[in-house]
């Protein structure tokens, strides 16, 4: 469409409003509306645009039995490998986009998570189909080797709380092993993964003048996942209920195989006996684990929100109202403004990722990665194409044995521990859901409120009673490196789970920021008060203005 046509069509909208007899304030109110609207619709045709050679790693061209891509729900053969009509009547629902074909899918016992949701438009923020990710570590890779001896480490490190990471020896020798890979993304000190770095993100915040690493200072889980969070009069307390220790499911290869056909383990107890006893603050993986297993997906962050009410964090120093003498901010610049956004961009981030987990990559899950393992260590793949640095991990051995207790008399397996007895959910690795959401409401976070502000009395659990909180007495936590850090809590405790790689933690973390940040340009066509714009620090340290 030229602009003098495009110009033509807004003259015939407006035309209508003469049709009706409106005052004319009116009348001039709903043309300006409409401009503002067809203004930042105009932002959909500006660049920047994903790139257009092919968005995906090349795996499903690759490997014609589709062993690197998604296929958990679709009906397996003995081996787990996918029934090619299946598959194939699964790409040409996503290529057709027609509901009858998605309905038409086989599947094997659970149901496919919404794929259709990749189709959704959205009125605000950039369209899902115009943000991108990189393509995903390939399945002969290094990097993927590297992610998935990450997870075997992150699996048996389960129950350790991560303030004795430092002096326990397998928290040591998994440091040491993830040190000795050849393409390794997590972060080190001076070059090396330590027991201070082990499962941290890689997320950075500005403190004075300098670029700070923000999963690296203080604890390792946020203070926003343990101060109690006031909701009006009322107050929440954060302990939780948390599965017990050593309880871990597909270690047999059985159960394996059922749940990528869309079943559950067998090994599951009642449920009472899941659980422990008491209620505490999270202190180790599982519990992050758990967490984001039951979680509300913007829970985490409309929690923060609320704490940062509570302990009075000022406002970002771009709110129009933080100087004005007669006014203050509510339905805009506010607090029912502030706790709306951050609820209200989860559903966005979600139809923005799920474009890119079922249209464009497809991504297997580290369950299914773990099978190929497995099937290749004993003998039974031995094309298979797994890289050196899973094959040589010192982390294997130990897995089949841990499998093996329990395994109840049949056997070790090189399979990845699950934290849930359903495993993943039914939907591609890649980008990660949660990771998403919490790129996107960490980044609104950080616009709204003032990120340099140092979190007066911090907490942490009690190391000899985790459900009691004592002062925590380190280095200064500040709202942006907290916020950065809870970001990464939720998009690892996913991986520490098992059903989430590293890469999908970190580039969809990015995915959601980019979305965020398109979101605030959107809006900011909107206010009357003199808004200059939001500025911030982006997860790898550089400010940004809005």
Known sequence: MTVS??????????????????????????????????????????PPFPPNQSLANG???????????????????????????????????????????????????????NPQAGLAFD?????????????APELDSAEEAG????????????????????????????????????DFKGPRENGTVTTSTLFRGTTFHIQGNDKVPSDLVGPYISQFMWLDTPFGVEFVERRMRTRRANLDYMTSFPDWLSVQNGGVATNVPPEPEQFEANRRYIINGRDVGEWVHIDVLFQAYFNACLILFGIKAPSNPGNPYKNSKNQEGF??????????????VATRALKAVWYQKWFVHRRLRPEAYAGLVHLFKIGK???????????????????????????????????????FPEGSPIHPAYGAGHATVAGTCVTILKALFDETYVIQNPMEPDPTDSTKLRKYNGEPLTVGGELNKLASNVAIGRNIAGVHWRSDATESLKLGEALAISILRDQKLTFNENFKGYTFTKFDGTKVTI
Do not use: C
């Open 5 to 46: 046509q495009d110009q033509d069509v807004d003259q015939h909208d407006l035309k209508d409003l003469d049709q009706h007899n409106l005052r004319d304030d009116l009348k001039k109110r709903l043309r300006e509306a409409f401009r503002k609207r067809k203004q930042a619709a105009r932002f959909q045709l500006k």
């Open 59 to 113: 795996d499903e061209k690759k490997y014609p039995n589709k062993i690197g891509n998604f296929t958990k729900g679709l009906r397996h053969d003995d081996f787990g490998e996918v029934v090619k009509e299946d598959y194939e009547a699964l790409i040409k629902a996503l290529k057709s986009g027609k509901p009858e074909d998605f309905d038409n899918i086989p599947i094997g016992g659970r149901k496919l998570v």
């Open 123 to 135: 009125l605000e923020g950039d369209d899902s189909h115009k943000l991108y990710i990189p393509p």
């Open 147 to 182: 992610e998935i001896v990450e997870n075997y480490w992150m699996a048996l490190l389960r129950d350790v709380p991560f303030v004795d990471y430092n002096n326990h020896p397998l928290a040591q020798e998994a440091a040491t092993d993830l040190s000795k890979l050849s």
């Open 331 to 344: 339905g805009t610049f506010g607090p029912p403004y502030f706790i709306n956004l951050v609820s209200e």
């Open 381 to 419: 793949k031995p094309n298979y194409p797994i890289h050196p640095d899973a094959q040589n991990s010192s982390v294997l051995a130990k897995v089949f044995s841990h499998n093996e207790k329990f395994n109840q008399g049949t056997g070790g397996t090189y399979l990845l521990p699950m934290a």
